[in-house]
């Protein structure tokens, strides 16, 4: 009885836990626009008409499809849905603590549930939107299931594949533990692996006649075997240890049980290690609060609890030890908790910003055009899903374009890391966006981004306006004047680029005299239909009082592009400080005409 209350008591503190860090991922938007799409009878596609397999969380789209064809709110339902996963998670995860101790060892039992409640990273991905705390609930229900119930793991292992392809990883290693461990007949493994393959082959089937692939397009876009890979999960996996590993040794803690451990404890063993290295190879998440590893979470603090228990059991007569051990027990859960606390607050914030700022931006989109434009974008998620359906979007980094995953493009000079490696840049411009977003503005941050400015196609037919974001700030956006009858070319030096961004930076400062300097030194390198560098010069001059200097590379940037709408307002306030009202007023309508509700 009171471990049931205090499971309880633990369940109340979980939800208290991720309420109290409310958000919604960027990410899982693109499962909202899919299961948009979707419900509007589009096919289960990102655009309507592209057939392309975009997500690794199929039934989670079909399970929020379902709820949103009610009526529901898909964001409130995956809320709910994820709250609800996280805390059945905490009630299995006691079950399997429970095989290993016993009633007369309740409080080990409960000790594993309290860790992963006091972990912001489990907390923080249950309200995230995503599936990640659904897809921890089948892992642990297919360990409880092969544990107990041995009939029944291979079908939770199969539906575990449809929430998430590492479902597969969890069925082999069960596998693995019946042959190695279990020692059971060969062909009881063979006969569970062809369960296994004759459940998921109408999703294969399925997969192939719609989508025309078996793999899903994210595999292409981000997936690769190399060091960089290895490098990036092993700093990955270090960051994890350092928040919720104690360093370490919560790793190496086990390797002492080996030989006390029976057959389910080896799987426990088997299940953390083959994972961990599974998560280091693929180079880690390109999201932050170690996402990849919460499958693993609840089953590595569970052997961290069977190595306390038996290092209580040791000091039988021992009072002082055996104080200081359930004093650890109660101490642990605040250290797992404190350690990374405000850094997921601040990921947190960063991504919530991230959001609401491509929600303002959609919105403004939405008002201000015509509904079945274009868009660009290296972060799709929250802005597909608010611009609509009618709106088409090109994911820049090919997780939602197939061409893009299948045929990258390559610049000597632009730098990029696996994360971000896919990229097509002619391919992109061939396809006429309406606009191209930036996830940072004006800067070119990803790789897919920096290489634009190295096609005239795009310096030439593409203009920023600029959003109106708050006092005084404004979110740019690049829109398209028309049709460009000329060839794209290519300008080979990459080195200007650095310089723009070096400047961009150095403004972010306040630096602004050397931000200027840097900007001299692009016009010097760079191609000579480079607007956006006068523009900025010409800005940055303003910002220092030379009106002079500004007025005149405010002109030169409009000379080069008439659309320049920062160096219209700009010049116009220059004519407005020297009293000529009437080429001011002029200056106005021009920034109206090429940026519909700008606020002055």
């Not at 359930?326 to 991230?354: M, T, Y």
């Amino acid at each position: 009885m009171p471990s049931r209350l205090i499971l309880l008591i633990i369940g109340i503190i979980f939800l208290i836990h991720c309420l109290s860090l409310n958000f919604t991922q960027d990410d899982a938007f693109i499962s909202y626009r899919y299961a948009q799409n979707f419900t509007q009878g589009k096919g289960l596609v990102f655009n309507a008409g592209e057939r392309v397999e975009g997500y690794t969380n199929f039934f989670w789209i079909i399970l929020l499809s379902f709820f949103a064809s009610l009526g529901l709110d898909m964001i409130i339902v995956s809320k709910i849905l994820g709250i609800a996963s996280g805390c059945v998670s905490l009630i299995l995860l006691y079950q399997i603590s429970h095989l290993f101790f016993q009633e007369k060892n309740w409080l080990f039992s409960l000790f594993p549930s309290l860790l992963l409640t006091a972990s912001s990273a489990f907390a923080y991905w249950s309200i995230s939107g995503l599936e990640t705390t659904f897809f921890v609930m089948m892992v642990l229900v297919s360990v409880y299931l092969y544990l107990t119930y041995p009939r029944l793991w291979v079908a939770s292992c199969a539906l575990s594949v449809l929430i998430r392809p590492e479902g597969g990883l969890i069925f082999g290693v069960l596998i693995l533990h019946k042959l190695l461990f279990r020692k059971d007949p060969l062909r009881e493994s063979l006969s569970c692996l062809g369960g296994f393959a004759l459940l998921l082959l109408p999703f294969m089937i399925f997969k192939v006649l719609y989508y025309g692939d078996i793999l899903p397009n994210p595999f292409y876009a981000k997936t690769g075997v190399s060091f960089e890979y290895v490098k990036s999960g092993l700093e990955y996996f270090w960051l994890f240890l350092r928040h919720y590993g104690l360093w370490g040794v919560i790793y190496l803690l086990p390797i002492f049980l080996y030989k006390s451990l029976d057959s389910p404890g080896r799987l426990l063993l088997l299940f953390v290690y083959l994972y961990t290295l599974y998560v280091i190879i693929i180079g880690g998440d390109v999201l932050q609060v170690h996402r990849f590893f919460l499958p693993i979470l609840p089953l590595l603090y569970l052997l961290f609890a069977i190595f306390l228990q038996k290092l209580y059991a040791r000091f039988k007569r021992d009072l002082k030890m055996r104080m200081a051990l359930i004093v650890l027990l109660f101490s642990v859960p605040a250290v797992f908790f404190l350690i990374p606390h405000k850094w997921i607050r601040d990921v947190k914030s960063v991504e919530k910003s991230l959001v609401d700022g491509m929600q303002f931006r959609a919105e403004y989109l939405k008002a201000s055009f015509q509904v079945g434009f274009s868009i660009a974008v290296t972060t799709i998620g929250s802005i597909s899903y608010y611009l609509g359906t009618e709106a088409q979007v090109i994911d820049m980094l090919g997780l939602t374009d197939k061409y893009i995953s299948k045929h990258p493009e390559e610049f000597e000079g632009i730098n990029a890391t696996w994360k971000e490696r896919r990229y097509n840049t002619q391919y992109l411009l061939s396809r006429d966006p309406d606009f191209i977003l930036f996830s940072t503005g004006l800067k070119p941050s990803a790789p897919a981004e920096r290489a634009l400015f190295l096609n005239s196609k795009f310096r030439q037919n593409y203009s920023p306006i600029h959003v109106p974001f708050g006092k005084g700030r404004f979110a740019a956006i690049f829109r398209r004047k028309g049709m460009y009858s000329k060839s794209n070319e290519v300008f080979g030096d990459t080195r200007f680029i650095d310089l723009f961004v070096e400047a961009l930076h150095l403004h972010q400062a306040r630096r602004v005299e050397e931000a200027i300097e840097k900007l001299k030194q692009v016009t010097l390198v760079g191609p000579q239909d480079f607007a956006l560098v006068y523009e900025f010069m010409g800005q940055y001059y303003y910002q220092l009082q030379n009106h002079s200097a500004a007025e005149t590379h405010l002109k030169r940037a409009i000379e080069i592009d008439e659309r320049s709408v920062m160096a219209h307002f700009h010049l116009a306030r220059i004519y407005l400080i020297e009293g000529q009202r009437e080429e001011a007023e002029a200056e106005m309508q021009k920034v109206l005409l090429f940026n519909p509700n700008f606020q002055w």
